[in-house]
């Protein structure tokens, strides 16, 4: 049988609180380092180039029905021709990404130093938290939850009496740390919150591959089938007045 306990108002001053407000000034923080660690450099035009074209392709691929056969095939030849299309890649052409990584001292310089404001502060925060906060039961969830949460919410507290409702402060710790990207998108702006999830999905890969992304949109449109929907919007527009008139 679970027990229910009662938390004490010290602890919501002295323990929850405070280290909601050190994770939020130190997301804020780091935002902010990471943005002075990073060296100005110009886009690759290349890149940007390829971006474009498939951009461009995507749309034709979505208003192909809204011109004729001819000028849709005209186009599809022009991005998808094997000999001259802006989306063939030829096999020997294509970059690998980490090798264009290693090859850019900026670019690898510029991923270690995103790491270590990441890192950093975690393992530093981390520590403070455990020698401070240990052991207390900080807040308590107001709806019941199963057995399978008591790892997640309960870390550091190996009481299995203890209803699974109730938050360590080293799991409040973790879900403030992988929960705040809203909070930040509203003082950082959507494309300026920090997302620590995010960025330790990017330390396992190098870099983007426009390759791929060109051959996946030049197999997308080669496959499109064209239906040009001129002809038909006379009996749409005769379906909906009879709609109306009904």
């Given amino acids: 049988m679970a027990e229910d ?14 280290l909601s407000v050190v994770m939020v000034l130190i997301g804020i923080l780091r935002y902010f380092v990471s943005k002075l660690m990073l060296s100005s450099q110009l ?8 971006g474009q074209v498939i951009v461009r392709a995507r749309n034709l691929r979505a208003a192909a029905n809204f011109i004729p056969p001819k000028s849709f095939r005209s186009r599809r030849v022009y991005f998808s021709n094997e000999e001259n299309g802006l989306l063939f890649v030829p096999k020997g052409q294509a970059q690998n990404p980490q090798a264009q990584m290693f090859s850019d001292p900026n670019m ?8 270590l404001s990441m890192i950093i502060p975690q393992t530093l925060t981390f ?17 019941p939850l199963t057995q399978r949460f008591r790892s997640m919410l309960q870390n550091g507290i190996d009481l299995s009496t203890v209803d699974v409702s109730y938050v360590s402060s080293r799991s409040w710790y973790f879900l403030n740390l992988f929960g705040l990207r809203g909070l930040f998108s509203l003082i950082l702006g959507e494309e300026n919150a920090t997302d620590d999830t995010q960025r330790m999905m990017q330390m396992s890969g190098f870099g983007f591959d426009p390759s791929k992304s060109l051959g996946a949109e030049k197999d997308g449109l080669d496959i499109v089938q064209h239906e040009w929907a001129l002809p038909k919007f006379e009996h749409r527009a005769e379906a909906a007045l009879k709609k109306l008139i009904k």
């Fill in 5 to 18: 306990l009662v938390l004490d108002t010290a602890i919501r001053d002295w323990v929850l609180i405070p």
């Fill in 127 to 143: 520590a403070w938290v455990n020698f401070f906060f240990s052991g207390f039961v900080a807040a308590k969830i107001p709806f």
């Fill in 43 to 50: 886009p690759d035009p290349k890149i940007v180039k390829e």
């Fill in 108 to 115: 690898a310089m510029d991923m270690m130093k995103k790491n």
